[in-house]
């Protein structure tokens, strides 16, 4: 399968846990971006990268929140002290990096704070 | 105000009937916009992207009035396999996010 994957799809945590998820990019995209969706809303962004480099954050994105793509492969993203205001639908895309490029969606991490 | 907007839904149609959705978009700087296709608890996976000039896909119309700041999407002869929600979705290209509205969910009815 040479679509995007995400790992794991689903999360159950505590509240005050840390959670990390990871995404991995069909293979030649240079950018990947993450966004939250809850139900009955469409998608937010959350941030994005080009390569290696992180180049939009979102005010969402509170400083309980990490994202990291070391090599410009496969991203991260780390929730510190989770809370039940996080649980929602995680998803990753990524793209070419060619202007204005469709961006493939991955399944998804669904979390759940309890 | 939302940046995109769309007609909360759902919408309960019959198969074969047409059924058109509508969206605004708040920001006249936005530069591309598509209709993507969600279906439940799956990932949203682009449906078409949406033209100045108007763009048919099949059974699937997309229109653009950038003066009016609005798209819209046309399903004709609607199958029941087209249940699903359909998000409207604005690109800044200026910073490659993509703003999305918060769905219409369409249910066709046997």
């Known amino acids: 399968d040479t679509g995007v994957s995400q790992d794991p799809r689903h999360k159950i945590t505590k509240r005050g846990q840390n959670v990390t998820f990871r995404c991995d990019p069909i293979?030649?995209?240079?950018?990947l971006y993450w966004y939250r969706q809850t139900l009955g809303q469409g998608p937010e962004f959350l941030t994005y990268?080009?390569?290696?480099?992180?180049?939009?954050k979102s005010r969402l994105l509170s400083d309980r929140f990490s994202a990291e793509r070391p090599k410009g492969s496969f991203s991260t993203l780390e929730i510190q002290r989770t809370e039940q205001g996080d649980s929602a639908m995680y998803l990753c895309?990524?793209?070419?990096?060619?202007?204005?490029?469709?961006?493939?969606f991955g399944p998804g991490t669904r979390l759940t704070v309890t | 105000r939302k940046e995109v907007e769309q007609d909360p839904g759902p919408f309960n149609v019959p198969e074969g009937a047409t059924v058109a959705f509508n969206c605004t978009y708040s920001?006249?700087?936005?530069?591309?916009f598509f209709w993507y296709r969600q279906d439940c608890r799956k990932e949203p996976k682009l449906l078409m992207s949406?033209?100045?000039?108007?763009n048919e896909d099949g059974r699937f119309t997309a229109q653009l009035n950038r003066a009016s700041q609005y798209i819209s999407l046309l399903i004709r002869d609607s199958k029941l396999s087209d249940s699903a929600t359909y998000l409207c979705?604005?690109?800044?290209?200026?910073?490659?996010?993509?703003?999305w509205g918060a769905g219409t969910k369409l249910i066709i009815k046997p």
């Open positions: 293979s030649e995209h240079n950018r």
């Open positions: 979705v604005v690109n800044m290209v200026s910073n490659y996010q993509l703003i």
């Open positions: 920001n006249s700087a936005s530069q591309s």
């Open positions: 895309a990524s793209s070419l990096g060619l202007g204005d490029d469709e961006q493939y």
């Open positions: 990268f080009q390569n290696e480099a992180q180049l939009e």
């Open positions: 949406v033209y100045s000039s108007g």
